[in-house]
């Protein structure tokens, strides 16, 4: 990583918000949507009576708190920092979602799974290191 | 299996196109350099008047719902993970698109996020 403008404390601080922010707003709605059960459309009813349970849902208002969160620490970092630099240093947020789902939700994850967000991780990052360079 | 993979395909497509909208957005209005509230609420205000901001909020709503409909239907360790592949969408649209030159490295990484991908599906069980 270069020692550009962008890498102050508050764009880690910020960053830090990020993934500590999106990944429990992602398994809190997880939560929520879990409690409330697959979704099945059939009749316009059935998505005014899902919609009216997605509002009585604790889960799915924290989720959105933490999203919202997550939201604006984005929004505030993108205003100086490029989206090309925010974006790999949000990369480990996969592995912290996964690890989240797996010690809180008790979601079972193969050893291939785990592989799969791990090369995620490492895909993201390069993705982001290059686009740096014009 | 098919809906789903509708709902997948809106995360990614809708979700990447309104952050680059809302990033446009917030690069018009410039630097956020102070954070008290009443500054903050300065800077909201002066963004919701950016239309770019309109509609990468009205994209990432979209995204949103779709989320919400696919972790209805499946593991929050599966849905996020695949979620990634807005790399690839980001980099094959920019290139097609916006003309722009992606480089061979960018590639390799959209390659190992594809790769990663695969293997999440593939660890299904």
Redesign the interface.
Known sequence: MTSSAGLHLKTFVLIFFMILFG?LG??S??KG??T????SLHSPGDLLRIGVQ?LQSPF?WLGVLL?LMFFVSY??V???AD?SFV?PAGSIA?AV??LW??FL?K?????????????????????????E?K | MAWETVLLLLIVFAGTSG??C??RA??T????HD?RPSS?LR?MLR?IQVPWMWLGVALMAVA?FS???A???E???????VT?LS?AAG?LGGQVFLGERV?R??W??????????????????
Do not use: D
């Not at chain 1, 409330?36 to 979704?39: E, F, P, S, T, V």
């Not at chain 1, 994850?109 to 993705?127: D, E, K």
């Open positions: 990944p992602n398994v709605l997880s949507m879990k409330i059960g697959a979704i997605i799915i999203l929004l505030l993108l205003s100086w989206y974006q996969y979602v996964a789902a797996h939700l979601e079972p994850i193969s050893p291939t799974r785990w592989a799969g967000v791990c090369v995620i991780c490492l895909g993201v990052l390069i993705v982001g290191h290059t686009s360079q | 952050e680059l809302v990033t917030m690069k209005i410039g630097e956020v954070f903050l800077v963004a949103f989320l919400l409909g972790l209805s239907m593991n929050v360790s599966f849905v996020v993970p990634a790399y980099a480089s490295r960018r390799l990484g959209v390659l190992l996020v594809c790769i990663g991908v695969t293997l999440v599906f593939l660890g299904r069980k």
